[in-house]
């Protein structure tokens, strides 16, 4: 059994996803969440509140690996910098406890849970709610994104995105 702990990093809402992968490749959902900051603090409190919930997370769960999503920056720098911040602070967490990291794009992780890299973010959606055999699309759209980048890793077979 192999435990991917999935995130889709951001700083007003960080969706996480964990799934247990057994022997045959069958994913099962263990748990699904957002973690959310009070979008009037000051950025660093924002940060410093991420950095605790996503330890107690990962000390909850014990993940043997965290897949996560890679920046996209589509038209608002600020936002990605922020949004980089709280990536860092989530990368540096899963470092201070031995976790493995592997690193997806946006577009690979579209490819391997829908099998097309430009496909809707309701089709994601759709796919995560199938694979996981859930009876609904998990809520919010970050907890859903963050299982579609779980169901990513464990589709993946390369090791060169983990560090």
Same mark, same amino acid.
């Given at each position: ?69 890679? =920046?996209?920056?589509?038209?608002? &720098? ?5 949004? %980089?911040? @709280?990536?860092? #602070?989530? *990368? ?38 199938? =694979?996981?055999?859930?009876?609904? &699309? ?5 907890? %859903?994104? @963050?299982?579609? #980048?779980? *169901? ?12």
């Amino acid at each position: 059994m192999v435990r991917v702990f999935g995130v889709d990093p951001g700083i007003g809402r960080t969706g996480f996803g964990v799934i247990d992968v057994d022997e045959r490749q069958c994913p099962h959902l263990v748990d699904t969440g957002c973690i959310a900051t009070q979008p009037n603090s000051e950025v660093s409190g924002r940060l410093l509140q991420l950095s605790e919930d996503i330890r107690s997370l990962f000390e909850l769960h014990s993940p043997d690996v965290l897949a996560i999503e890679e =920046l996209y920056f589509a038209k608002n &720098v600020t936002t990605g910098l922020t949004v %980089a911040q @709280a990536r860092g #602070v989530i *990368l540096l967490e899963a470092a201070r406890l031995h976790i493995p990291i592997a690193h997806y794009a946006p577009s690979q992780v579209k490819q391997t849970v829908t099998s097309s890299g430009s496909a809707p973010k309701r089709q994601v959606q759709e796919m995560v709610k199938l =694979l996981l055999r859930l009876q609904e &699309v998990p809520q919010p759209d970050d907890a %859903a994104d @963050a299982l579609a #980048v779980a *169901l990513c890793h464990t589709s993946f077979k390369q090791v060169s995105n983990i560090h």
